[in-house]
């Protein structure tokens, strides 16, 4: 998690941003996934290959089928896309890009962590991994190859250049609940994000701008996660991720305070997403889903918004992959859904538009 951004020449921004418009404009649109809603998953198999899967659908097709074939097909694509978007950048856009995808990293560890927790298969988990941070396909491999979480997780610090807290092993080892290894992991990845930041460049700091928005919708998600799991004040504050754009330190301390998520909307309500939010919070039983999306679909306008007024920036090739990582969810959301005979409204519910 190399996240240093070196003033090596500003990037070639015009160049990468025409191709990813040129993507953008191959995405799925809403109408596409109301005919996935009337499909079986074959019929969905079909669709995508021919909607710009069928590369991955084919290479995969000899091993896996079903509701797999097409999760793993979606996720395959999608580190592609990725990746040919990061060898195409240079200088620091290039810098950027890479340290926002070491997301991905953090993504891989959990799934392998878990993975591995629930005796899955390596086969099994090699369908959810994503390989489009720093991590290649071969440092997968030597995670998966390791034998316990903790040698993982020792393997992965050396990869990755990350030390994971004394505190936050220890707790791991009393508890052998990895929920707070993984948050202290999400929780490093913005603050290297923001402190990483050249404050002398006026596309890092678009950057950062764009970055702070996104941890105020992630401190937002784990704060109502939380409450919803009666964790609440002091406790809650641990797994706040420092330097949002409109909750500091003492909003999300009033808001990890409130007794219930509804009890949270005054204060909410000075924040320019609670339009997106409110009628979920008004609700009589508050759907954490509901506020999640509602937020999720504010991040999206924003990545748009910004693209319209920096148009040779990053935040254009941030919003491309923004919008990629939700077709490929909602494809999986639909075939999944699908396989498992669950009700095509409530189906639809769960997509992101």
């Not at 097409?70 to 856009?93: C, D, F, P």
């Not at 959990?110 to 720093?134: F, Q, S």
């Amino acid at each position: 998690m190399k996240c240093m951004f070196r003033r090596r020449g500003n990037g070639n921004y015009a160049y990468v941003v025409t191709r990813v418009r040129a993507k953008k404009s191959s995405l799925l649109k809403e109408e596409s996934y109301a005919k996935m809603l009337m499909m079986s998953v074959p019929e969905i198999s079909r669709f995508i290959s021919e909607s710009g899967y069928q590369q991955e659908m084919t290479e995969l097709a000899g091993r896996i089928e079903g509701v797999d074939l097409v999760e793993h097909a979606t996720y395959s694509n999608m580190a592609k896309v990725y990746r040919s978007i990061l060898q195409s950048a240079t200088g620091e856009l290039r810098d950027m890009l890479s340290a926002y995808l070491e997301k991905w990293d953090i993504w891989n560890l959990k799934v392998i962590l878990r993975g591995k927790t629930y005796g899955m298969d390596n086969d099994h988990i090699r369908e959810d991994l994503v390989v489009a941070g720093e991590l290649s396909s071969a440092d997968l491999e030597k995670l998966l190859s390791a034998g316990t979480e903790e040698e993982i997780l020792a393997l992965f610090g050396k990869m990755a250049k990350v030390v994971i807290p004394q505190e936050v092993m220890a707790a791991y080892r009393t508890s052998g609940n990895l929920a707070q290894v993984e948050d202290y992991l999400d929780k490093l990845h913005y603050i290297r994000l923001i402190g990483k930041t050249d404050q002398t460049s006026a596309p890092a700091r678009l950057f950062q701008t764009f970055i702070r928005a996104e941890i105020d919708t992630v401190n937002l998600g784990t704060i109502l996660k939380l409450k919803a799991e009666g964790i609440h004040g002091d406790e809650a504050m641990k797994y706040i991720v420092p330097g949002g754009k409109q909750i500091d330190k003492q909003l999300a301390t009033q808001l990890a305070n409130a007794e219930t998520i509804p009890a949270t909307a005054a204060d909410l309500a000075q924040l320019d997403f609670y339009d997106e939010i409110k009628g979920a919070l008004e609700q009589e039983t508050s759907s954490l889903r509901d506020i999640v999306a509602g937020m999720k679909r504010y991040q999206i306008r924003q990545a748009k918004r910004f693209s319209h007024l920096y148009p040779l920036s990053i935040i254009p090739i941030l919003d491309f992959m923004i919008h990629k990582e939700i077709e490929v969810t909602n494809i999986r959301t639909i075939a999944r859904g699908t396989a498992s005979g669950i009700d095509r409204e409530k189906i639809k519910g769960l997509l992101v538009m």
